[in-house]
């Protein structure tokens, strides 16, 4: 089986991010639900709308701020986190 990896991610907004996968498949997560009602500190800060859009890709994977931040392959494939 390949592995799953996120070649493109592109941030729309209010929190979404769209992504293209080294498989062709692409999809577009509302980080919002999860970002604006977590209570985590390290999370929370994240509500800052331009600290979120500060993203990389490292790896094949999404991550913020050397990996303070950053979701399972699996679930932003599946579109949901």
């Known amino acids: 089986m390949k592995t799953i990896n996120i070649e493109e991610a592109n941030y729309i907004a209010d929190y979404k991010i769209h992504f293209r996968f ?3 498949k692409e999809n577009t997560v509302d980080f ?4 604006l009602s977590s209570s985590h500190p390290d999370i ?3 509500q800052d709308e331009k600290l979120f859009e500060n993203f990389s ?4 994977e999404i991550e913020w701020n ?3 931040l ?5 679930d932003l ?3 949901y986190i």
């Open 22 to 24: 080294n498989d062709g």
């Open 32 to 35: 919002k639900p999860f970002i």
């Open 44 to 46: 929370k800060k994240y």
């Open 57 to 60: 890709l490292e790896y094949g």
């Open 66 to 68: 050397d990996y303070e």
């Open 70 to 74: 950053a979701f399972p392959i699996f």
């Open 77 to 79: 494939y599946q579109g």
